[in-house]
């Protein structure tokens, strides 16, 4: 897969993460609120990626800067947004090769942890998520009191770990 930093606002991204909206009509019942602007991916506060496969635009993820913006979160905070495989790419390692990118330029960025929200109705999310190190943590944000949230955060190390 290769992945190209596109922002948030390019015509790709726009394209899968109305397929994110449409995944979580399907899993949820509704989209998510969470406000999202372009402004928020762009460097060095945040950065927005979509991965390719022949071409095809087949994966989007991205970070921002959450620099204490809600009372349970930190300076230094990247929160992860809108990490989506198209269903005809899913089981292949593209989610987990984007988020191991995302990390790596959240760390590149001076991010000293990534946070996320997901959900019940996301147990691959979840599943990755727990394997690739993430712990609960306090929920923050728009869905901090709904009940099928799962709010989940990791540490970023040293960059020379990655």
Do not use: N
Request: net charge negative.
């Amino acid at each position: 897969m290769e992945l190209r930093i596109t922002g948030y606002d390019h015509p790709d991204a726009i394209t899968l993460t109305e397929a994110v909206q449409q995944e979580y009509i399907a899993r949820y019942g509704g989209i998510d609120t969470t406000e999202m602007k372009a402004e928020h991916f762009t460097a060095p506060l945040g950065v927005f990626v979509v991965g390719y496969l022949d071409g095809a635009p087949v994966a989007c993820g991205g970070w921002r800067a959450k620099d204490g913006d809600y009372p349970y979160l930190r300076d230094g905070d990247a929160e992860l947004k809108r990490m989506f495989v198209v269903p005809g790419a899913r089981g292949r390692g593209l989610a987990r090769a984007l988020l191991r990118h995302l990390e790596e330029s959240a760390v590149a960025a001076g991010r000293r942890r990534v946070v996320l929200e997901t959900g019940t109705e996301q147990p691959e999310a979840v599943a990755l998520y727990h394997s690739e190190g993430y712990l609960p943590i306090t929920k923050f944000g728009v869905y901090r009191d709904a009940p099928e949230s799962i709010h989940l955060g990791k540490e970023l190390g040293d960059p020379s770990q990655h």
